[in-house]
């Protein structure tokens, strides 16, 4: 009896994240609008996916990128209940801008957790969109998406993560020694998070009010 229980009561659960996860987002901040990423935007994502500098620190594209392999990755995240899979787009006089991704992964509804990523292309780099997507994001997570945690791995050698990560508020939590292997070397990372009650942030507030 307890174990249909506990299947009845995970089943219910899996659909409640689906429904929760693939609901259509669409967050504005001052200067972007995050929106879900869909398999018509695999072009963009290869604009990025091809580029050495920016996927350099990601095994997945360590035998290089090709749209199939995009599409099928964006379609697989579409249809996860443990992640939400964005696109960042940048608001121009022309209308919109493509600048890449940010999303929460591997969503744990027990402990109402996610792991966030974010990649940007080249051309947005340097001018505050990562910091304010991820303020966006972080709003959805909290609000929305009622997260009690969000956190991220970052390469200890990642100084510029690590600075803009704790500048929204994201506290160390520790060294996961050789968590992640990289070019056949085994890497550490860096574990930081925030919490709900500690958001938002001053920075925070900062960016989402266009200060
Ligand atoms: C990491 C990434 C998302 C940052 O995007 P971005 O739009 O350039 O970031 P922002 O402009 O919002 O913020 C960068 C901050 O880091 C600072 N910074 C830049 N280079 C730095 C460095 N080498 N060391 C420390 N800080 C640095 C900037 O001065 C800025 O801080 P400030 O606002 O206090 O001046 C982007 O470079 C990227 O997509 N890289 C490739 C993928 C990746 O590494 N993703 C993260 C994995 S954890």
Avoid at 42 to 50: I, N
Avoid at 57 to 65: L, P, Q, T
Avoid at 76 to 81: D, F, P
Avoid at 106 to 128: C, F, H, K
Wanted: hydrophobic share 40%; net charge positive.
């Amino acid at each position: 009896m307890a174990a249909t229980g506990s299947k009845r009561f995970r089943g219910a659960l899996t659909r409640a994240m689906l429904r929760r996860m693939q609901a259509r987002v669409d967050v504005l901040t001052p200067r972007l609008r995050l929106r879900n990423l869909s398999p018509g935007d695999t072009p963009l994502v290869l604009h990025w996916a091809t580029d050495a500098d920016v996927v350099r620190n990601f095994s997945f594209f360590e035998h290089g990128a090709d749209p199939a392999r995009i599409r099928a990755y964006i379609e697989e995240k579409e249809r996860s209940a443990a992640d939400l899979l964005l696109a960042v787009m940048e608001r121009v006089d022309s209308g919109e801008q493509y600048a890449g991704n940010v999303g929460l992964h591997e969503w744990d509804p027990i402990n109402d957790n996610a792991r966030l990523g974010i990649i940007l292309q080249q051309a947005a780099w340097g001018r505050g969109v990562a910091q304010e997507a991820i303020c966006g994001l972080l709003g959805h997570a909290f609000t929305s998406l009622r997260l009690h945690k969000v956190y991220l791995n970052v390469f200890t050698t990642n100084d510029k993560g690590i600075h803009l990560y704790g500048k929204l508020g994201f506290v160390h939590e520790g060294v996961m020694r050789a968590e992640y292997k990289l070019r056949g070397e085994y890497r550490d990372m860096l574990r930081m998070s925030i919490l709900r009650t500690e958001w938002p942030t001053p920075a925070a507030r900062g960016f989402l009010e266009g200060a």
